[in-house]
């Protein structure tokens, strides 16, 4: 599928040949991260989600939850209620990237002040101690 029958849906544009790159693709937005935190504990509403992820669009959790239902790690379901009623639950597929997500977050309470450090020590070098780029030619 290509963006242009799909625009405004992340994911739509043309397969990437690696599948690594692919995996990375599926989980690296924010969105999706913060999406599976909340669904890791049962189903959830979309004003749930909406109401609990701090900071997140509609139109962007629209998006997130469309394509983590086309890549098979979210299932909604449509209760014939009035309004209809829509929840969301991991499949069995999204259950199975909880616990990588978990060791990334472990990883993260462990070590993300080392890298603030880091990131403050190279704000602080002067210009020329900052290596240039190489030249692209």
Same mark, same amino acid.
């Given at each position: 599928?290509?963006?242009?029958?799909?625009?405004?849906?992340?994911?739509?544009?043309?397969?990437?040949?690696?599948? /690594?790159?692919?995996? #990375?693709? $599926?989980?690296?937005?924010?969105?999706?991260?913060? $999406?599976?935190?909340?669904?890791?504990?049962?189903?959830?509403?979309?004003?749930? #989600?909406?109401?609990?992820?701090?900071?997140?669009?509609?139109?962007?959790?629209?998006?997130?939850?469309?394509?983590?239902?086309?890549?098979? #790690?979210?299932?909604?379901?449509? /209760?014939?209620?009035?309004?209809?009623?829509?929840?969301?639950?991991?499949?069995?597929?999204?259950?199975?990237?909880?616990?990588?997500?978990?060791?990334?977050?472990?990883?993260?309470?462990?070590?993300?002040?080392?890298? #603030?450090?880091?990131?403050?020590?190279?704000?602080?070098?002067?210009?020329?101690?900052?290596?240039?780029?190489?030249?692209?030619?």
């Amino acid at each position: 599928m290509s963006d242009e029958l799909h625009p405004g849906y992340p994911g739509y544009g043309p397969e990437s040949p690696c599948h /690594y790159r692919r995996a #990375l693709e $599926v989980v690296s937005s924010k969105w999706t991260v913060l $999406v599976f935190y909340e669904l890791e504990t049962g189903s959830k509403r979309y004003s749930e #989600l909406k109401n609990r992820i701090e900071g997140v669009a509609k139109k962007m959790l629209t998006q997130t939850l469309r394509q983590l239902e086309r890549d098979g #790690l979210v299932r909604r379901t449509v /209760y014939p209620t009035v309004p209809p009623t829509v929840d969301y639950t991991l499949t069995p597929l999204g259950l199975t990237l909880i616990e990588p997500m978990r060791i990334l977050h472990r990883w993260t309470e462990a070590h993300y002040d080392s890298v #603030l450090q880091a990131r403050r020590v190279y704000d602080h070098q002067p210009a020329s101690a900052v290596a240039p780029e190489p030249d692209s030619d």
